[in-house]
């Protein structure tokens, strides 16, 4: 059974730093593109920022780019996000999500991990 759990959030002030953490289970990432999406109160689910496999391309939101940071370490099975300078606006439950192996289309999701940044 595959299972994505994060960890890492918390309550920050703004131009503080956070780095969340997607421990995967039940099969090997490596060759599946991972990605971390937010989600704020009364607004839909966006693109934070996404990898490809093992790791080799990352691609990140306008919002969150210079920012934000995504990697991985397939010898863990870890996918990490590393955030600085956050903004009040960066406040969401931010979710873990792996895409089948060779594809883009994101199957597997974590229980979100919230992220509180106060002004």
């Known amino acids: 059974q595959v299972q994505l759990v994060e960890s890492g959030g918390g309550l920050v002030q703004a131009g503080g730093s956070l780095r969340l953490s997607c421990a995967a289970s039940?099969?090997?990432?490596?060759?599946?593109?991972m990605g971390w999406f937010r989600q704020a109160p009364g607004k839909e689910r966006e693109f934070v920022a996404s990898?490809?496999?093992?790791?080799?391309?990352?691609y990140y939101a306008d919002s969150v780019k210079g920012r934000f940071t995504i990697s991985r370490d397939n010898t863990k099975n870890t996918v990490y996000l590393q955030m600085n300078n956050l903004k009040p606006e960066d406040t969401a439950v931010y979710y873990c999500?792996?895409?089948?192996?060779?594809?883009?289309?994101?199957?597997?999701w974590g229980q979100g991990t919230q992220v509180t940044v106060s002004s």
């Open positions: 999500a792996a895409a089948r192996p060779f594809t883009r289309d994101y199957v597997y």
């Open positions: 039940g099969r090997t990432f490596s060759n599946s593109a």
């Open positions: 990898d490809t496999l093992l790791g080799l391309t990352t």
